[in-house]
């Protein structure tokens, strides 16, 4: 099993920056692929940003592309969010989750290809 725990949302204005952390416990010596997602009340969770296991790849969603960043630290056996020029429309519950490392990653967009997932942390872009 692995547990995972994010943290750093908060309110913040229009432009500003936040950096949200996932902190992963548990088996974290498996190898794994890790993303981060967001959702709105009454909508569907939404891909944000995907690093693969060795953090040779990275994916992002078209409405983050150069505003946001996804890294890893193993040493610290976490993940990171790094959030700039924040807009109102990237308001949300922020989540991190892994998933196991496989021959085949394309649907390292999809929810249902993760099997562990964190309480998710509040972001709130102010206008």
């Known amino acids: 099993q692995v547990q995972l725990a994010e943290s750093g949302g908060g309110l913040v204005q229009a432009g500003g920056s936040l950096r949200l952390s996932c902190a992963a416990s548990g088996r974290t010596f498996t190898p794994m692929h890790m993303g981060w997602f967001r959702q709105t009340p009454g909508k569907e969770r939404e891909f944000v940003a995907h690093i693969t296991w060795n953090a040779v790849l990275t994916y992002y969603a078209d409405s983050v592309k150069g505003r946001f960043t996804i890294s890893r630290d193993y040493a610290k056996n976490t993940v990171y969010l790094q959030m700039n020029s924040l807009k109102p429309e990237d308001t949300a519950l922020y989540y991190c989750?892994?998933?196991?490392?496989?021959?085949?990653?394309?649907?390292?967009?999809?929810?249902?290809?993760?099997?562990?997932w964190g309480q998710g942390t509040q972001v709130t872009v102010s206008s």
């Open positions: 989750a892994a998933k196991h490392v496989g021959r085949d990653n394309s649907d390292y967009d999809q929810p249902r290809s993760y099997g562990y």
